[in-house]
C-alpha cells in the first residue's frame, strides 16, 4: 500500500508557475503508475496529467496541454506536476493518485482507475 502526500500549492497570479510535489511512501513507487486531478469548488474531480511507471509515457488534458509537465523521479519516490502560464480557471484542489500497474508503459486518465489517492493541495490563481 502507498501513502501520499501532496504539497506546493498557493496563491500565485495569472501568468505565473508552481510546481506541485507528490511524496509517496512505501515499497516499489516504481510500480505506481501517477496522475494528477484536480477539483474546482462545486465541480466534479477531473483529469489533469498522468505519467507511466517508467517516465516513458504521459498524457494531459486538453486544457492543460503545453502549460503543465508531469514528471517522476522514481529514486526520490515523487511525482512532480509544473504548472506554467496559469489562468483563474486552474484555480482548484489538485490531488495525487497512484495504481500499481504491471505494465510499465500506460498511463491511466480515468479516475476510477486509480486506487490510493492524497489528500490534495489548493492551487489558487488570481487575475
Known amino acids: 500500500q502507498v501513502q501520499l502526500v501532496e504539497s506546493g500549492g498557493g496563491l500565485v497570479q495569472a501568468g505565473g508557475s508552481l510546481r506541485l510535489s507528490c511524496a509517496a511512501s512505501?515499497?516499489?513507487?516504481?510500480?505506481?503508475?501517477m496522475g494528477w486531478f484536480r477539483q474546482a469548488p462545486g465541480k466534479e474531480r477531473v483529469f489533469v496529467a498522468a505519467?507511466?511507471?517508467?517516465?516513458?509515457?504521459?498524457y494531459y488534458a486538453e486544457s492543460v496541454k503545453g502549460r503543465f509537465t508531469i514528471s517522476r523521479d522514481n529514486a526520490k519516490n515523487t511525482v512532480y506536476l509544473q504548472l506554467n502560464s496559469l489562468k483563474p480557471e486552474d484555480t482548484a484542489l489538485y490531488y495525487c493518485?497512484?495504481?500499481?500497474?504491471?505494465?510499465?508503459?500506460?498511463?491511466?486518465?480515468?479516475?476510477?482507475?486509480?486506487?490510493?489517492w492524497g489528500q490534495g493541495t489548493q492551487v489558487t490563481v488570481s487575475s
Open positions: 493518485a497512484a495504481r500499481l500497474f504491471g505494465d510499465t508503459r500506460v498511463v491511466l486518465g480515468r479516475d476510477r482507475q486509480y486506487k490510493y
Open positions: 512505501g515499497p516499489r513507487f516504481s510500480n505506481y503508475a
Open positions: 505519467i507511466s511507471r517508467n517516465d516513458d509515457s504521459t
